[in-house]
């Protein structure tokens, strides 16, 4: 009998119920007076809570068509957003790493990226119960991850929040503001001390090169000039995954470049 199928339908079922569980994260972490365990789920306009049958990660939102059963408001499409990414993240975790242990750590790192990414773009905050934590968590993890090592990890979460903090001061220096607030700076050593101190330069540069296109986009559209506001954590997060499933590849290309096989 072939469990591969059973596996990856384990992995995807997974991933869209700790999606949803996110989703929970995502709107009652920033309110400093909600729980994320209490009370049990229920619709964010009537407050009325939901049965199980609407709580169906995916298919609920396919069931009710996108709105509550309880109230005529519409049911955000982040919902089954968040829940289908990570049923995705999950699969591509299982898919990279296999039945291993280093499988559970970057499950955990790629959940609490999703809550990041989706926070800072509502918020423009990176929760510090979230990456603080995850910093110490990367370091331990690197004792059993047979991905990265302890030494790269603990370079890698100095690096990369002193990289981070060396750039926010000398901005500040320069424009007497602020133009990289402290959440970045942990988010960026937690993703050092996950991914090693060998993912910072690609981190780094596809964060920025992909934010400085979405930022232009922007002030384009707003007319807001220097005074548009872009949340950087997204674009860090968003290149910490690229590189956790394509370190290879970015290595591989990387040496072309460096041996003159490859040219931009």
């Known amino acids: 009998m072939d469990v591969e199928p059973i596996i990856i339908s384990f992995f995807l079922a997974l991933g869209a119920i700790v999606g949803s569980f996110l989703n929970v994260v995502i709107l009652r972490l920033p309110a400093e007076d909600q729980s994320i365990a209490f009370p049990a789920s ?3 306009h009537c407050f009325t809570p939901l049965r199980w049958y609407e709580n169906i990660p995916l298919l609920s939102y396919i069931f009710l068509r996108g709105r509550c059963r309880h109230c005529p408001a519409r049911i955000s499409l982040q919902y089954p957003l968040v829940e289908l ?3 995705m993240l999950s699969l ?3 898919t990279k ?6 499988t559970a750590g970057y499950f955990f790192f790629c959940a609490a990226l999703l809550v990041i990414i989706w926070i800072d773009i509502h918020h423009q905050i990176i929760p510090d119960v979230i990456s603080i934590p995850g910093i110490v968590l990367g370091f331990f993890f690197s004792f059993i991850n047979t991905n990265v090592s302890w030494q790269d990890s603990l370079i890698g979460l100095f690096i990369g929040g002193g ?4 750039i926010a001061i000398a901005y500040y220096l320069l424009r007497k503001q602020e133009g990289m607030g402290g959440g970045d700076i942990k988010l960026l050593a937690m993703i050092g001390a996950f991914l090693g101190w060998q993912s910072l330069l690609f981190v780094i540069f596809f964060s920025s090169f992909t934010g400085a296109v979405v930022g232009i986009a922007a002030m384009i559209k707003q007319g807001g000039g220097g005074a548009s506001r872009i949340p950087f954590g997204p674009f860090l997060s968003i290149a910490a995954l690229v590189f956790l499933f394509f370190q290879q590849q970015i290595f591989a290309y990387f040496n072309m470049y460096l041996q003159g096989q490859l040219s931009f």
């Not at 990289?163 to 060396?166: D, E, G, K, T």
């Open 163 to 166: 990289i981070l903090y060396a």
């Open 85 to 87: 990414l990570m049923a």
């Open 42 to 44: 229920r619709c964010p």
């Open 97 to 102: 790493f296999g039945l291993t242990i280093t």
């Open 92 to 94: 591509a975790v299982y």
